[in-house]
């Protein structure tokens, strides 16, 4: 319209509002070290979702991947020799306070953590873990020796197809461990299907594959088990 001259006018009304904060918290339960109980790894997704549909994809299946990965280790009796940790982190979407007051309740304890990993780009068909460690480059001795050791965990996933290790991972929770040097750690999924769902009404519990979800709770489930339990950190 406006290419043949027309004169085009928009009125948008919106209804968003910012109001007061408000309390609100943190969700953890954890399976505690048998060995070094004081070293953890830490992974989960957030509470809060965007105000419309249901938050399905973004972030309720990263929330109970990651709780049903904690629970499958239970009920295989495993015990890994560092805690392994999960967190339900909440206002992810609008501050990041649930990260921020996570990192800084831990003080100096933080130099504790081996791992966090995340999963916050939904529960499609995941190909494996994507990789940080902030301040030191892809060429530097440690993220090569931490790549190599990687990817003989990632083996462990080849069977569903989630076994790869690429570098440039992390996600908005853990940001705020990442940043005081935790390895942080993002699960990949195909997201073929994500940004037409994120954020929009169509998020919503009908659109999880629970085959692609069960695949999700198994390469959280491998990841945080071996990083918890191999001798030396990563």
């Known amino acids: 319209m406006t290419a043949t ?3 085009v006018r928009v009125q948008l009304r919106m209804e968003a509002e910012t109001r007061p904060d408000a309390d609100s918290a943190n969700v953890m339960g954890e399976i505690a070290g048998v060995e070094r109980p004081d070293e953890v790894v830490v992974l989960g997704g957030h509470l809060d979702s965007w105000d419309v549909g249901e938050g399905a994809h973004d972030d309720g299946s990263g929330v109970v991947a990651a709780w049903q990965a904690v ?7 495993l015990t ?4 392994i940790r999960v967190v339900a982190w ?4 609008n501050g990041t306070r649930g990260g921020d007051a996570y990192r800084d309740a831990l003080g100096t304890a933080v130099d504790k953590h081996v791992a966090a990993i995340e999963m916050d780009e939904g529960a499609e068909r995941p190909v494996g ?16 020796s931490a790549t190599a050791k990687l990817r003989e965990i990632a083996r462990l996933l080849d069977g569903i197809g989630a076994g790869a290790i ?3 991972g992390g996600g908005t929770d853990i940001g705020p461990l990442m940043r005081t040097g935790v390895p942080g750690f993002g699960l990949i999924t195909v ?4 940004f037409d769902w994120h954020h929009t009404n169509a998020d919503t519990f009908d659109k999880i594959d629970l085959q692609d979800f069960r695949r999700c709770i198994a390469a959280l489930a491998v990841m945080a088990y071996v990083l918890a339990d191999m001798p030396g950190r990563l």
Do not use: C, H, W
């Not at 909440?90 to 979407?93: C, F, I, L, S, W």
């Open 5 to 7: 001259g027309q004169e």
């Open 71 to 77: 629970a499958l280790m239970k009920q295989l009796g």
């Open 80 to 83: 890994p020799r560092r805690t």
């Open 90 to 93: 909440t206002n992810e979407e």
């Open 129 to 144: 873990f994507a990789y940080s460690i902030l301040g030191t480059g892809t060429s530097a001795p440690r993220v090569i």
């Open 166 to 168: 690429d570098l440039g």
């Open 191 to 194: 997201n073929e299907r994500y």
